[in-house]
C-alpha cells in the first residue's frame, strides 16, 4: 500500500460524504421532531385548549418545516446514494460484459448522473433566483431557499459523479449477480 492509498487519504477522500451523512440525519431528526410536534399539537394541545377554553395554538409552521426538510433531505440524500449505490439500477447487459470494458461503461454512466446533477443545479438557481421575492405564508421564510435545495443537492450529484468516474471517488462496492460462466 503505498502513502498515497493509505487511511489518511481515504479519510480525506470520504469526509465530504460523511459530513453530508451527518448533515442528512441532523434533517431527519429535524422533520421527525417536527412531525412529532405536530401530531402532539393537533391531537393533545387542541383538546386541552378546547377542553378548558383557552385559545388555539398556531401549528401551521409544522407543514413549512416538514416541506422544507423534505425538500432539502431528498435533494441530499439523491447526493449520497451515489457514493452508498443505492440508487435504482437495473443491471440487464454489464454484468455479462468482460471485467475490462465493465469500468469504462461505469465511468460514462457516472458521467451521465454527473450532467444530470449539473443540470438540476443550473434550473434549480433559475427557479430558487425566481422564488426569492416570495416567503412562506406562516414563517415567513425567503422560498429561494426551498429551491435553493435543488442546486445544493444537483451540485452534489455533480460532483460526486465526477469524482467517481474520474476515480477519485469509489463508490462503497456492490454485489452484482454472477452471470452465466
Wanted: proline content about 7%; overall charge neutral; glycine content about 10%.
Amino acid at each position: 500500500m503505498t502513502t498515497e492509498e493509505g487511511p489518511p487519504a481515504r479519510r480525506w477522500r470520504r469526509w465530504p460524504a460523511e459530513a453530508m451523512r451527518w448533515v442528512l440525519a441532523a434533517i431527519l431528526i429535524l422533520a421527525m421532531a417536527d412531525m412529532l410536534a405536530g401530531v402532539v399539537l393537533r391531537y393533545v394541545v387542541v383538546r386541552i385548549t378546547d377542553y378548558f377554553d383557552l385559545p388555539g395554538i398556531s401549528f401551521f409552521w409544522v407543514e413549512e418545516v416538514g416541506e422544507f426538510a423534505l425538500c432539502w433531505l431528498t435533494f441530499i440524500g439523491a447526493a449520497v446514494a451515489i457514493l452508498e449505490r443505492t440508487h435504482f439500477a437495473l443491471v440487464v447487459l454489464t454484468h455479462r460484459l468482460p471485467p475490462p470494458l465493465q469500468r469504462p461503461l461505469e465511468r460514462v454512466n457516472y458521467l451521465l448522473i454527473a450532467g444530470f446533477g449539473g443540470v438540476t443545479a443550473f434550473y434549480g438557481w433559475k427557479v430558487s433566483a425566481l422564488n426569492a421575492m416570495l416567503v412562506s405564508p406562516a414563517l415567513s421564510i425567503n422560498l429561494g431557499f426551498l429551491f435553493f435545495a435543488a442546486v445544493g443537492g444537483g451540485g452534489l450529484i455533480a460532483l460526486y459523479g465526477l469524482a467517481v468516474a474520474c476515480g477519485v471517488v469509489r463508490p462503497r462496492d456492490l454485489e452484482l449477480p454472477v452471470g452465466p460462466e
